[in-house]
């Protein structure tokens, strides 16, 4: 929509080692890359993989939520659980607009999606059972989001950055909200106090695999530093996000489900840190090779929510044309 047609600008060039380094140069000097820039093809690539993915798990993420909709437990918390999900998808849209400015088309990248061959986030492949897993999401999935998205709004391609500022801004309201549904289950009754905890205990682990693979199995990690579109790798932000949690977990008086944390001195260069317990990589490879619980459903949903609203795309594109045609008579 934007800029179609710059991958091939890329490619159609040689890279000479001038160019790399003159490019390495602006990146180190902290410079923004913007859209008409010139850029290696392999930044940009990596840029729409990783914004394409971002993007999809903003809208794949809207269905765990939605569930809960109908059956929030009053109208306040309806309210605003439906913008929460709501605010979820103008992230994705936000997303998708940022990843066209590299020349690749939302209907491209949404057509992935809908053929399974597109990544999202593992997380969103977990049923919500309870209504303690709308807090434990508000307060995890969307504490990790955080965690992971601030130092994006540093990110080297400026359209990502600016999309993820303010994007950053209502993932911190949606953690505020979801850490409130806890706290006030974890005040209340012992069956609520226990539908808090069983929701911290499932929802838990897949939250730490959200930061991705360890540094060392992560492919891209060591290169996407060196262009700053990462800041920190996938291990340090688990870290600092377990830091983060754990003391707030002591002040809801919930257990986390890991028998081997513990507080330890020597982490952080020295500064002190939780140790943690072994992360299933089995679970995570198998959830990313679509083998997730809730795997088939969120794409079954995502191709019928394309199906049905075909006629809403088809009445703006109707409603676009008529405008432009009343403009071009009236000029
Ligand atoms: N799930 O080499 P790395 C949200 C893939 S938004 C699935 O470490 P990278 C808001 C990775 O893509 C949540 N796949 O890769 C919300 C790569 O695959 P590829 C999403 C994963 O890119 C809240 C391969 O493994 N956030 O929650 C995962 O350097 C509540 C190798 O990994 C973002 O997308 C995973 N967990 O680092 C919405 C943030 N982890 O392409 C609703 C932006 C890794 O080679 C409700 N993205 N993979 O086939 C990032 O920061 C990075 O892309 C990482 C992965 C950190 C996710």
Not at 62 to 86: D, Y
Not at 199 to 217: E, I, K, N, T, Y
Not at 238 to 265: G, H, N, S
Not at 296 to 321: I, K, M, Q
């Amino acid at each position: 929509m934007y800029s179609q047609g710059l991958l091939k600008q890329d490619t159609a060039a040689v890279e000479s080692e001038e160019f790399l380094a003159a490019f390495q140069d602006r990146i180190d000097a902290e410079e923004k890359i913007e859209p008409n820039d010139r850029m290696p093809a392999a930044y940009r690539k990596t840029l729409v993989r990783q914004i394409g993915q971002h993007a999809h798990s903003e809208i794949v993420g809207m269905l765990p939520e939605g569930n809960w909709i109908t059956r929030a437990p009053t109208l306040k918390r309806k309210a605003a659980l439906l913008a929460k999900v709501q605010d979820e998808g103008g992230h994705g849209l936000y997303l998708y607009a940022a990843a066209e400015t590299l020349g690749v088309s939302r209907e491209k990248m949404t057509g992935e999606l809908l053929a399974g061959t597109a990544k999202y986030s593992s997380i969103f492949n977990y049923p919500t059972l309870s209504w303690a897993d709308i807090g434990a999401i508000g307060w995890l999935v969307d504490g990790a989001a955080i965690m992971n998205q601030i130092p994006l709004c540093r990110c080297s391609y400026g359209p990502y950055a600016r999309a993820m500022i303010r994007i950053c801004r209502e993932e911190s309201f949606h953690q505020r909200q979801g850490f409130e549904i806890m706290t006030r289950l974890s005040q209340g009754s012992s069956e609520q106090k226990s539908m808090a905890q069983d929701a911290l205990d499932r929802w838990w682990w897949p939250s730490l695999m959200m930061f991705g693979p360890h540094d060392a199995a992560s492919r891209h990690s060591e290169q996407s530093m060196k262009w700053k579109i990462k800041r920190f790798t996938n291990d340090s932000l688990r870290q600092k996000f377990i830091d983060a949690i754990v003391p707030q977990a002591e002040y809801l008086q919930l257990k986390i489900p890991d028998p081997e944390l513990k507080w330890d001195p020597e982490r952080n260069d020295g500064a002190g840190g939780y140790a943690h317990g072994p992360i299933d990589w089995d679970e995570f490879r198998r959830v990313l090779k679509g083998q997730g619980p809730m795997a088939r459903e969120r794409l079954r949903a995502r191709r019928e929510a394309w199906e049905t609203g075909a006629w809403v795309r088809e009445a703006a594109l109707a409603h676009a044309d008529k405008r432009d045609r009343q403009r071009a008579q009236v000029a």
